[in-house]
């Protein structure tokens, strides 16, 4: 959440920066309101001034004892309309400002959509193959350890049932990832609720914006799109003592998501479903160290790619594809041969304190200084249910078996499903 103070001051920047996003947010409401707000808080002071006075001089002039307790009663009167105007325009503010997405940082490219993201830098080189490489969905159903069509029988359209070799993978990539993030990356592992309450979803900026994107159960929590939800809301409403940053988690979760909006995109296998695996990254750090801890969670999430022997790219989104509550995000795209595309397997980004202050998680240089917000960041370290895919594709051999990179071998026992 952007700071009233800063809209007020900055109203010009913040439109081109809604401009820039290609979005809209009710900035003209919000600083009507706000110019109310202080109007009202101008005339109570002034009132609180007069009943003050009035008060004085009832003690000392009993003649005019009746006017000036009549007076009083018009003052106070006055008062709490006003006191109750605020309130009602201090609630519809507070809504208001979550709908505000974040200010991009400098160095995000500006443009309209994922056409106009920049390649930063590319690792490895696509697989060269001496057949027509197939999609993950035909190699995964022809070696019988991917069910689509029972899952969609037991659940539905998007759903995933992984069998055999196909449910080793998945695991074999889970703990993987895991161990890798946690020895030598240095992040600590959390396994976090799956469900969340309302005030959660917000603190991230999944609400309000995002609302309808994802499951609401009949209690009022939610299913969570990704870990980072609960694990951000971690340290909700804390100030975290001096020495605490950074702080670096890793966690594994399902994720649920209700893929609004993207009907007739990727219907077919592993890359856009209502239920799926991710290990997900997510850091607390000062201010001034943000963008190069930025960087570091990045590579952390690109050494998985690297290990897996997977040729990527990553790339800066610009500021028409930028996500509601980033300041500079970067994605992986991973090479799929049997698509013949990059697909997305991993986001990172940078919230500053957008998130912090939706959550209130501030911290102290040293005892006794003032709380300051903390800056937040997290990043897929991998999607595993697309990391899978990107094996099969890549992996691929002439009679239909899949060889199992080296990495995964000792979790698996098995250098090739067939």
């Known amino acids: 959440m952007l700071p009233l103070a800063y809209l007020r001051e900055h109203a010009d920047a913040v439109r081109t920066m809604l401009a820039q996003r290609g979005t809209d947010a009710p900035l003209d409401q ?18 609180k001034q007069r009943r003050n006075e009035v008060s004085r001089q009832i003690g000392r002039d009993k003649e005019r004892l009746a006017e000036l307790r009549d007076v009083m009663r018009q003052v106070g009167e006055r008062i709490k309309a006003l006191d109750d105007e605020q309130r009602a325009i201090e ?9 505000v997405p974040n200010m991009p940082h400098q160095s995000v490219p500006i443009g309209a959509t994922s056409d106009d993201n920049p390649v930063v830098r590319m690792w490895g080189e696509r697989q060269s193959f001496a057949f027509t490489p197939k999609p993950h969905w035909e190699i995964g159903e022809t070696l019988g350890i991917l069910d689509l069509a029972r899952a969609a029988k037991i659940s539905g359209s998007r759903f995933v049932v992984l069998r055999g070799a196909g449910a080793a993978l998945e695991r074999a990539l889970i703990t ?10 240095g992040y600590t592992e959390i396994w976090p609720p799956y469900l969340v309450e309302t005030k959660v979803m917000v603190g991230t900026g999944q609400l309000p ?28 409403e804390e100030i975290l003592e001096p ?48 963008y190069d801890e930025l960087e570091a969670l990045t590579r952390d999430a690109e050494t998985i790619l690297q290990r897996l022997g997977l040729h990527y790219r990553t790339v800066a989104l610009c500021t028409g594809d930028l996500g509601f509550a980033s300041a500079k995000t970067y994605d992986l795209e991973v090479w799929m041969p049997g ?15 957008f998130q912090a202050r939706r959550a209130r998680i501030q911290f102290r240089r040293e005892a006794g200084a003032r709380a300051e917000y903390v800056h937040t960041l997290n990043g897929s370290g991998l999607a595993v249910g697309r990391t899978l895919a990107a094996v099969l594709e890549n992996y691929q051999q002439a009679d239909g078996s899949v060889v199992v990179p080296q990495a995964l071998r000792p979790y698996l026992d098995v250098d090739r499903i067939g």
Not at 176 to 185: A, K, P, S, Y
Not at 339 to 353: G, K, L, P
């Open 30 to 47: 919000i600083l009507a309101l706000d110019e109310r707000r202080r109007a009202i808080i101008a005339e109570n002071e002034a009132l």
């Open 243 to 290: 020495g605490t940053l950074p702080i670096r988690y890793v966690a594994f979760t399902p994720c649920f998501r209700t893929e609004a909006g993207s009907a007739g995109r990727d219907t077919r296998g592993m890359i856009r479903v209502h239920q799926f695996d991710k290990v997900e990254l997510v850091k607390f750090v000062a201010p001034e160290t943000s």
């Open 209 to 236: 914006k995002f609302a309808g994107d994802f499951y609401e159960t009949q209690d009022g929590l939610s299913l969570i799109p990704t870990a980072e939800v609960p694990v951000t809301n971690l340290h909700r």
């Open 176 to 185: 993987f990832m895991l161990d890798v993030h946690i020895r030598e990356h």
């Open 339 to 353: 698509q013949d595309r990059y697909v997305e397997i991993s986001s990172c980004s940078n919230f500053e304190a």
């Open 91 to 99: 609630a519809e503010l507070d809504d208001l400002l979550l709908r």
